[in-house]
T-cell receptor
Framework: DVKVTQSSRYLVKRTGEKVFLECVQD?????MFWYRQDPGLGLRLIYFSYDVKMKEKGDIPEGYSVSREKKERFSLILESASTNQTSMYLC???????????FGPGTRLTVT | AQRVTQPEKLLSVFKGAPVELKCNYS??????LFWYVQYSRQRLQLLLR??SRESIKGFTADLNKGETSFHLKKPFAQEEDSAMYYC???????????FGQGTELSVKP
């Protein structure tokens, strides 16, 4: 069974704080993704990575950065958290060639 | 532009009734389409993909290129089908998936 884990299920941070969200997968997948999930907006892609040290912007990268130092770990960083970044954050890893994505349980981040 | 549209935010049916969750896409070429499901307090997971043409938990989805649709259907809804459903399209460059806005299915007893 593919396992994708995220460091926290719930997180509460203050405006202006730097926030780290960690994601780890155990299936040796090359591809990893970060999404935010908001009611009525579906899943929106923040950043993705097809290999170690590689990263690509998704549809809504503003205010975020990522790090992929090891194949199994993909970190999302909020440089200076703002209230409009309150959301559910989902990490996924992907197998090729089926392109099925496996999701983590999500981190519900609240910025006050 | 590549896009996935799920026109219904909420679909409410009674147990035993047929269900159809709509998905329309915009894409040039041969699309790869998926349905993902998220049950309450569970992680998002793949339900089915059009390439495999399989039926999972009684759900099927047929790709209609003429209507650019990939609607998800089940002849008899069950209460345990209540969940959020997302349609997704693989980007024509690499493995990115483009997700629709999601449809919440509520099956009433």
């Amino acid at each position: 069974d593919v396992k994708v884990t995220q460091s926290s299920r719930y997180l509460v941070k203050r405006t202006g704080e730097k926030v780290f969200l960690e994601c780890v997968q155990d299936m040796d997948h090359e591809n990893m993704f970060w999404y935010r999930q908001d009611p009525g907006l579906g899943l929106r892609l923040i950043y993705f990575s097809y290999d170690v040290k590689m990263k690509e912007k998704g549809d809504i990268p503003e205010g975020y950065s990522v790090s992929r130092e090891k194949k199994e770990r993909f970190s999302l960083i909020l440089e200076s958290a703002s209230t409009n970044q309150t959301s559910m954050y989902l990490c996924a890893s992907q197998t090729v060639p089926t392109y099925e994505q496996y999701f983590g349980p999500g981190t519900r981040l609240t910025v006050t | 532009a590549q896009r996935v549209t799920q026109p219904e935010k909420l679909l409410s049916v009674f147990k035993g009734a047929p269900v159809e969750l709509k998905c329309n896409y915009s894409y040039s070429g041969s699309p790869e389409l998926f349905w993902y499901v998220q049950y309450s307090r569970q992680r998002l997971q793949l339900l089915l993909r059009h390439i495999s043409r399989e039926s999972i938990k009684g759900f099927t989805a047929d790709l209609n290129k003429g209507e650019t649709s990939f609607h998800l259907k089940k002849p008899f809804a069950q209460e345990e089908d209540s969940a959020m459903y997302y349609c997704a399209l693989r980007d024509n460059q690499g493995g990115k998936l483009i997700f629709g806005q999601g449809t919440e299915l509520s099956v009433k007893p």
